[in-house]
């Protein structure tokens, strides 16, 4: 079946510090890849997304590569702050129309 | 331009009551999905819509449906409430059957 697995959490990181949460797939066929940002209090918003392996997509100072051989979207910031603190969400999306979510990642950055 | 937009905000029930919640996709967007966000479990597929369409549903009871109007905006409606049923509930739309979704803030209901 289809699956996201990702890195629980919580994470609690001092800023500026590097952060990586780790997700991994399992899909059948050829599934476009998402990260999935939930503030507090609000809805989902799209970070970044990458639709083919190699590709890497980059938002806001975060950045994943699609990784086919590893089957892996690890999301990755240089130097976290204050204001990222927020629920993260791996998410795949195949030709059904269906996302699959990861449980979702939560970040507290610390000043 | 307006996002996707949910009401209510927050919902309160009792088990065996009805709830129906509601959501206003993104001007120009004809698909709309449902998502419910409970907790410990992440993010589920509920249902998908496109064109007054269902078009996909996820594993759900029949007592969760719902429908799309010609305006595209969309109801989904839980029957026979149960304890666990207690979640947020994310719309999301999509301009077309294949482009990025676009999610609203929630309904969060809470069954008693």
């Known amino acids: 079946g289809n699956s996201v697995t990702q890195m629980e959490g919580p994470v609690t990181l001092s800023e500026e510090a590097f952060l990586t949460i780790n997700c991994t797939y399992t899909?059948?066929?050829?599934?476009?890849l998402f990260w999935y940002v939930q503030y507090p209090g609000e809805g989902l918003q799209l970070l970044l997304k990458?639709?083919?392996?190699?590709d890497k997509g980059s938002n806001k100072g975060f950045e994943a590569t699609y990784r086919k051989e590893t089957t892996s979207f690890h999301l990755e910031k240089g130097s976290v702050q204050v204001s990222d603190s927020a629920v993260y969400f791996c998410?795949?999306?195949?030709?059904?129309?269906?996302?699959?979510f990861g449980t979702g990642t939560s970040l507290t950055v610390i000043p | 331009e307006a996002g996707v937009t949910q009401s209510p905000t927050h919902l309160i029930k009792t088990r065996g009551q009805q709830a129906t919640l509601r959501c206003s996709p993104i001007?120009?967007?004809?698909?709309v999905y449902w998502y419910q966000q409970a907790l410990g479990l992440g993010l589920q597929f509920l249902l998908w819509?496109?064109?007054?369409?269902?078009?996909n549903r996820g594993n759900f009871p029949p007592r969760f449906s719902g429908r799309q109007f010609p305006n595209y905006s969309s109801e989904l409606n839980v029957n026979a409430l149960e304890l666990e049923d207690s979640a947020l509930y994310l719309c999301?739309?999509?301009?077309?059957?294949?482009?990025?979704?676009?999610f609203g803030a929630g309904t969060r209901l809470s069954v008693l």
């Open positions: 999301a739309s999509s301009q077309t059957r294949d482009s990025f979704q676009y």
């Open positions: 899909a059948t066929g050829y599934p476009s």
């Open positions: 990458a639709t083919k392996a190699d």
């Open positions: 998410a795949l999306f195949l030709r059904d129309n269906q996302f699959y």
């Open positions: 001007s120009g967007h004809t698909s």
């Open positions: 819509y496109d064109e007054g369409e269902e078009r």
